[in-house]
């Protein structure tokens, strides 16, 4: 059985696809850029699938991210 969706995860994606990037996420959130990150990549790993992509300076939703 697979565990429950970490919502607070998907609230990070949520601001970084908002801002277009990591760094603007962070700084909305209070966070570090790494702890931003972090979540990001753990919320991918728990979805099986990449949910963004590097698009010039900032990120751009995969596929998969936009049905996140």
């Known amino acids: 059985m ?7 995860h998907l609230y990070y994606f949520w601001v970084v696809a908002r801002e277009g990037g ?4 962070a700084e909305r959130l209070g966070m570090a850029v790494q702890t931003v990150s972090v979540q990001v990549r753990e919320l991918e790993r728990e ?3 990449t949910l963004l992509r590097p698009a010039g300076r900032g990120l ?4 998969a991210g936009q049905a996140a």
Request: a positive charge; charged letters at 15%.
């Open 47 to 49: 979805l099986g699938a």
């Open 2 to 8: 697979n565990a429950p969706l970490n919502y607070r």
């Open 60 to 63: 751009q939703l995969t596929e």
């Open 22 to 25: 990591i760094s603007r996420a």
